[in-house]
């Protein structure tokens, strides 16, 4: 894994959100982090994906601010390997003392058996899909922290959560849910704003839309994992880009991404792109 700064950012970028009174949103640059809590332990929490390279200070501060700096999180959970999602896994994992969780499939980009393909520059998008040539791609090795998910679907440290697969982003992509409320953090497996135009992230304007295209290598399973999380009726929907979205405004949309897929978010040419144009 590369460890540089990569030059491109939000407004939003650094301002805590709260989503719920035990969940916290924190965007890095252009990828959110989430916090987990326990109202009735605060010291209870989890961390819910790693963030960009050089965000481990920032990441350790908000959780302080959150939980208090005595209260380590009792795991660091992954929706899936990707730089921007683990650019500060190891560094927090061993400032913590903890265990990292992600998805059996994932296990050979995060133990430095395996680099995830070259993000695609031909693909149709905007200037962040022509920038992608700088965004790295080779794996992480945390095998002396890291652990397949329980194949029972349930989270270590999170008993009224369970995580679903969704790949198509990447082969071991998970996204997790809570039933009693209908949250969902998606993950990349669809995201709230066009991550591929400049413009678009730096403002956060808000629009429901598939994953990247340009770190995205199967997009029939993306499909299918977009109609299996909106199967699931969430309330709210953290994604790993863009602002939260909730109600009303989350099922029309989320609705129309799954029947629209092929016209929302599957481009018309790249290097991934194949037969998935068609409808299944």
């Not at 965000?55 to 209260?71: C, V």
């Not at 890291?146 to 679903?164: A, C, S």
């Not at 697969?165 to 066009?194: C, M, Q, W, Y």
């Amino acid at each position: 894994m590369v460890d540089k700064l990569i030059p491109v950012t939000s407004i939003a970028s650094g301002i805590e959100q709260t989503v719920a009174n035990d969940i916290h949103c924190l965007p890095i640059q252009v990828v959110n982090v989430c916090f987990l809590g326990n109202p009735e332990r605060p010291g209870d929490w989890v961390l819910v994906d790693a963030g960009m390279p050089k965000s481990a200070d920032k990441i350790i501060d908000t959780a302080g601010e959150l939980f208090g700096s005595r209260y380590n999180p009792k795991a660091i959970i992954l929706t899936h390997g990707h730089f921007d999602h683990v650019g500060a896994a190891k560094e927090l994992a061993e400032y913590w003392d903890v265990t990292v969780y992600a998805h059996q499939r994932e296990m050979p980009y995060l133990t430095g058996k395996k680099d995830y393909p070259e993000p695609d520059t031909t693909v149709e998008g905007g200037l962040v899909s022509k920038m992608s040539r700088m965004f790295p791609n080779e794996g992480i090795d945390l095998s002396d922290r890291v652990e397949p998910l329980p194949e029972d679907g349930t989270i270590p440290h999170l008993p009224e959560w369970r995580w679903i697969h969704t790949p198509g982003h990447t082969e071991g992509h998970v996204s997790l849910f809570r039933e009693n409320d209908r949250t969902l953090i998606a993950g990349d497996a669809f995201v709230t704003v066009k991550q591929e135009y400049l413009f678009k992230v730096l403002t956060q304007e808000q629009e429901i839309s598939g994953p990247p295209r340009y770190l995205t290598t199967n997009w029939e399973a993306a499909w299918e994992s977009v109609k299996k999380l909106e199967s699931l009726k969430p309330n709210i929907a953290i994604t790993g880009h863009g602002f939260p979205m909730a109600g009303e405004e989350l099922t029309e949309n989320l609705g129309k991404l799954t029947r629209d897929f092929d016209r929302i978010a599957i481009p018309e040419h790249g290097r991934f792109v194949g037969s998935d144009k068609k409808k299944p």
